[in-house]
């Protein structure tokens, strides 16, 4: 280029057609040449000229009168790019002995008439990927029996009619008439999407808070590959440090719940509460797993979607589900229930927001010979009593607010952990310490003699993967913080409903009664409020309208509202001025002094993660 530069700008015609001495050639084009007269004929006799436009514009319209969006070249018509063309004063020309020739050189030796895209996006996926190209999908489809001609044909061949859909797959806005997007293209595309989601303060809950994200765990397990591309490892040569960190993982949840095992996580909380509904059925003598009306009794105050997906894993198996308050009149739904009784599942805190002991119910499962289950929350289990020491068989729920984000719905990692008794039924990975040749301590993945790869249809859950990333970072966020740290963060968001809930009150509003201390606090991080009936959808609504604000509509006259420890002041202060608003009473406030006790039946009195 540097020689055409030179030779443009040294041509008073070519200063003008070219500012600045810059030429911009198509894609395709092999040679840009400058030629003078000594090698014209030369250049004719071995190359087949291809075609360029001569500058043609309106008389006394020079480059420097061009109005905007117009150039030296509009109106053009095609030339013989090695005839000197006459030169005249209406428009710039190359003087006669300096011709541009400008050629594409094809396969064929042949100099291309179309002129190539120049703007041709070159970071394309197919270049780079690692699958058949269109040659080797070819030869695989001459060696079927049938052969097919087509993998389009190989489609219809072996697709039912009633599944197969004729449409033709369309990829919207894609540019220049493209197959398809390239990376650039599609991550472009992707923030255009993007960009159209709105970000709410969510105060919803159902097992889900807000959690800040420590920037040291983020950049260096987050949104490192070491981490987030990594799978199963099976080869724990290679593996030592993913395994440690999830073996951590596994040692927080069974401190935690105070149980005596947990896997290195599941999908997520409603799967998990699935597999210990299976997990029940499979505990049980093969006489009562036989029996026609086989019941999993679940309180009406879990989680909506845990119900949900219970319902679902529940009908390929051939059991029911009963919704009841499973401590009304003693639990008489539980005793009721008898030898079809398979196991109970209480949440724990439930869904809006109580705390009961489920000491008295876990003794009556277990005399009915059937599971007792409770779905939980990691960090209400730093101040309040763990499943484990009120009797539960099985404890699962979602880690999310450890250090995961909320992601518009997951993924997160759940956590499943249970009684050493269950340990060759439990779902998922099992990290589990062993020793190396040489005799030191080294992890490995444990008694997968039960999973789905090895036992196939015999195998005691149809989970054989784990949530790795998310699991390694809630793991990784509860070292961070400590016992300590972890309880004060359990503490805040305690407080912070207390205040919202007092608060409340003095308005004029009523708050549920039920799952309270002796003091008629709430207990952890939950509020539900009672506003006039027909009124919840309304202030949820202006709540989003106005302060883009989510609260969770648990009926037309019910409202809950979760704290986290993202809450602050401004959090606060916008939270009460949707209720004061909608409140008859003013606005003048007054909060009590707060109690920060547990019932003593309710508070957590063991240690955790106190290991060297």
């Not at 039912?160 to 008439?177: A, F």
């Not at 090895?454 to 949530?467: D, G, L, M, P």
């Not at 809630?474 to 913080?481: K, L, M, T, V, W």
Request: aromatic share 6%.
């Amino acid at each position: 280029m540097t020689s055409i530069k030179t030779s443009l700008a040294n041509s008073p015609g070519a200063a003008a057609a070219f500012p600045n001495g810059i030429c911009i050639l198509n894609d395709a084009q092999k040679m840009i040449q400058t030629i003078h007269d000594p090698v014209d004929e030369h250049l004719r006799r071995r190359i087949k000229p291809s075609p360029i436009e001569e500058p043609k514009h309106p008389a006394h319209r020079s480059p420097g009168n061009l109005s905007k969006g117009q150039d030296a070249f509009s109106n053009s018509k095609e030339l013989d790019p090695l005839t000197p063309q006459k030169q005249t004063n209406t428009h710039p020309t190359f003087p006669d002995k300096c011709l541009l020739i400008m050629a594409s050189y094809n396969q064929t030796s042949q100099y291309s008439r179309t002129p190539p895209h120049i703007f041709n996006p070159l970071d394309t996926f197919p270049r780079r990927h690692i699958g058949p190209s269109n040659h080797d999908a070819q030869k695989m489809l001459e060696k079927l029996d049938p052969p097919a001609k087509s993998l389009d044909e190989f489609v219809r061949e072996v697709l039912p009619k009633d599944i197969l859909s004729n449409r033709d797959l369309r990829i919207n806005d894609t540019p220049d008439g493209q197959d398809g997007f390239t990376e650039s293209q599609l991550i472009k595309r992707l923030r255009e999407i993007a960009s159209g989601n709105q970000v709410m303060r969510n105060y919803i809950g159902c097992g889900y808070a807000g959690t800040r994200v420590p920037e040291v765990i983020k950049r260096n397990v987050l949104e490192n590959p070491a981490w987030y591309t990594s799978y199963t490892p099976y080869q724990p040569e290679i593996s030592q440090g993913r395994l440690e960190s999830l073996l951590n993982f596994q040692t927080m949840v069974s401190d935690l719940t105070a149980l005596s095992i947990s896997n290195a996580s599941v999908l997520d909380e409603p799967t998990a509460a699935a597999e210990a509904m299976t997990l029940s059925l499979n505990a049980l003598p093969a006489s009562r797993q036989k029996r026609p009306n086989k019941t999993f009794l679940i309180s009406h105050l879990c989680h909506p979607q845990t119900a949900a997906v219970l319902q679902s894993r529940a009908d390929g198996f051939g059991i029911k589900i009963a919704i009841a308050d499973i401590l009304a009149d003693g639990a008489k739904a539980v005793k009721q229930t008898g030898d079809d009784l398979i196991g109970v599942l209480a949440q724990y805190p439930d869904t809006e927001g109580g705390v009961e002991d489920f000491q008295g119910l876990a003794d009556i499962v277990h005399d009915l010979k059937a599971t007792f289950c409770v779905g939980t929350d990691l960090l209400a289990l730093t101040i309040l009593k763990p499943p484990g020491e009120f009797g539960a068989d099985i404890a699962f729920g979602n880690a999310q607010r450890f250090g995961v984000p909320f992601g518009y719905g997951g993924p997160h990692a759940a956590f499943f952990a249970c009684n050493e008794k269950y340990k060759r039924k439990i779902p998922g990975r099992l990290v589990g310490v062993s020793k190396d040749r040489l005799g030191d301590k080294a992890m490995r993945l444990a008694l997968q003699t039960r999973e789905q790869h090895i036992r196939r249809e015999k195998a005691t859950s149809n989970i054989c993967t784990a949530q790795a990333l998310l699991a390694n970072m809630s793991a990784f966020y509860a070292i961070y913080h400590g016992p300590k740290g972890l309880q004060a963060i359990a503490e805040k968001a305690r407080t912070g409903a207390r205040l919202i809930e007092e608060c409340l009150l003095s308005l004029g509003y009523t708050t549920s009664s039920r799952g309270k201390g002796s003091h008629g606090k709430v207990l952890f991080d939950t509020v539900t409020v009672n506003v006039e009936k027909g009124r919840a959808p309304y202030i949820a609504a202006h709540a989003v309208s106005e302060h883009r604000i989510n609260f969770r509509v648990l009926d037309d006259s019910r409202l809950a509202i979760t704290v986290d420890e993202t809450v602050d002041r401004a959090d606060f202060e916008d939270i009460l001025k949707i209720f004061v608003r909608m409140s008859h009473k003013g606005i003048n406030i007054k909060i009590p002094e707060l109690p920060a006790d547990t019932p003593s039946p309710l508070t957590r009195k063991s240690s955790f993660l106190t290991h060297p």
